[in-house]
């Protein structure tokens, strides 16, 4: 199994902030590599699609960019309707595997 | 964007068979790769397999393979997972969804979820 690593666990931001998520795999996947917003009571969002292509409709706050088995997600300038569970996860192999998450809350 | 809405059981007692329906609408069931997904309380995500809208494709978590059957049913534009012999450790919110370009492997479209609990 690919193995996915997300730092942080969670982190709490000020709106306005710029704030980043790294992911890291346990060998080179790149550019198989997504992200995704998870909100209580609300269907998972895809953001990142192949590390780096925005999914339609998503705000262009967000970003994804990396390389070999090093990725981040980026908020450039975090809104109050970004408060939300992160998940990244591979698409390299046929067994899909996702991060830990990162919880972001807004200060 | 096709909508996915998940239905079954939300409690199933040990031992037992979780069944769960994943209804498609808004859009056609053919062309695509389909998925189930599933969250613990308080952990991350684990995918539990794919099926092909053809139904002559499947790729199941090694973990659950022995205990895991998904299947399609095209006509009534919905698929199925059936999970044997749960234990507390099955205690999930499982969602579906499809995938986003034929791969399979990118999920673009998900529903909200149904809790299901393991429990005597």
């Known amino acids: 199994d690919i193995q996915m690593t997300q730092s942080p666990s969670s982190l709490s931001a000020s709106v306005g902030d710029r704030v980043t998520i790294t992911c890291r795999a346990s060998q080179s996947i790149a550019p198989f590599l997504n992200w995704y917003q998870l909100k209580p009571g609300k269907a998972p969002k895809l953001l990142i699609y192949a590390a780096s292509s925005l999914q339609n409709e998503v705000p262009l706050r967000f970003s994804g960019s990396g390389s070999g088995t090093d990725f981040t997600l980026t908020i450039s300038s975090l809104q109050p309707e970004d408060s939300a569970t992160y998940y990244c996860q591979q698409s390299y192999s046929t067994l899909l595997t996702f991060g830990g998450g990162t919880k972001v809350e807004i200060k | 964007q096709v909508q996915l809405q998940e239905s079954g059981p939300g409690l199933v007692k040990p031992s037992e068979t979780l069944s769960l329906t994943c209804t498609v609408s808004?859009?056609?069931?053919?062309?695509?790769?389909w998925n189930w997904i599933r969250q613990p309380p308080g952990k991350g995500l684990e995918w539990i397999g794919l099926?092909?809208?053809?139904?002559?494709?499947?790729y199941y978590n090694p973990s659950l393979k022995s205990r895991v059957t998904i299947s399609v049913d095209t006509s009534n534009k919905h698929f199925s997972l059936q999970l044997n012999s749960v234990t507390a450790a099955d205690t999930a919110v499982y969602y579906c969804?499809?995938?986003?370009?034929?791969?399979?492997?990118?999920?673009?479209?998900w529903g909200l979820g149904t809790l299901v609990t393991v429990s005597s």
């Open positions: 969804a499809k995938d986003f370009d034929g791969s399979g492997r990118i999920l673009d479209s």
């Open positions: 808004g859009g056609s069931i053919s062309g695509a790769y």
């Open positions: 099926i092909h809208f053809s139904g002559n494709t499947k």
